[in-house]
């Protein structure tokens, strides 16, 4: 996703951040956080469920009423209870039909991502970013203030995690900043800069509330994360 010389840019951003604080920041940035497998599933089975009573309410339901009556009324119960029955089978294709098709469209990837409601991609982008805080602050130990940007390019979403500690003292506003940052630079087809500018602003918070105490001990590796 990141070329080398991108990659070295935010590693070096990261550095230089780090030297004015004890705190630690880490940068990750995913393709796609997930598959949405249940998304095409999803829209198939409403598509089915819903569009079938959609065409009786639009007024299919005359044409079956009068072969009904005229079968009822020239022809024996038998006819009537053959009619009845292909009506019924001929809904159940109808039904089959429309989730098959629907699946098979949502399915392709670009109409997937389309289709894939705002929130569903925002719970999984956040809990896939707390996962990878969890696992670096493992790593840390407690105490270690840490804050980790993560991005995903095709959800287009982004998640900055950090300790309470951190957001009571730093505020929300630095990180909104941060985030519209990465944001920005995901939109405009330029990550890395986005990346840039959103460690400048954490790595300012972090030397405010948090000074360097003494050399730099560097816990985490600068490296953006790629995954």
Not at 47 to 69: H, Q
Not at 158 to 181: N, P, R, S, T
Request: proline share 4%.
């Amino acid at each position: 996703m990141l070329c080398s010389e991108d990659r070295k840019r935010i590693a070096d951003t990261v550095a230089a951040a780090e030297e004015k604080t004890d705190g630690e920041i880490t940068c990750v940035l995913a393709r796609e956080v997930s598959n949405y497998r249940e998304v095409p599933l999803g829209w198939a089975a409403l598509a089915a469920l819903a569009l079938p009573p959609l065409l009786v309410l639009a007024g299919l339901e005359r044409l079956a009423l009068a072969d009904i009556f005229t079968s009822w009324t020239d022809e024996s119960l038998q006819a009537v209870e053959g009619l009845i029955l292909r009506a019924q089978s001929s809904y159940a294709l109808l039904q089959a039909v429309i989730f098959l098709v629907v699946a098979l469209v949502v399915g392709l990837p670009r109409v997937r991502r389309v289709m894939t409601p705002g929130a569903l991609k925002h719970h999984r982008v956040r809990r896939v970013a707390r996962h990878h805080f969890a696992a670096s602050g493992y790593r840390l130990g407690h105490g270690v203030p840490h804050i980790l940007i993560f991005a995903s390019l095709t959800d287009r979403r982004v998640e900055l995690v950090a300790h309470k500690a951190i957001h009571d003292a730093v505020g929300q506003q630095v990180w909104d900043h941060a985030v519209a940052a990465v944001t920005d630079g995901m939109k405009s087809g330029n990550p890395t800069e986005g990346f840039i500018r959103a460690v400048n602003l954490c790595g300012d918070a972090l030397a405010s509330h948090f000074p360097a105490t003494g050399p730099k001990t560097n816990r985490l590796p600068n490296d953006i994360l790629e995954r």
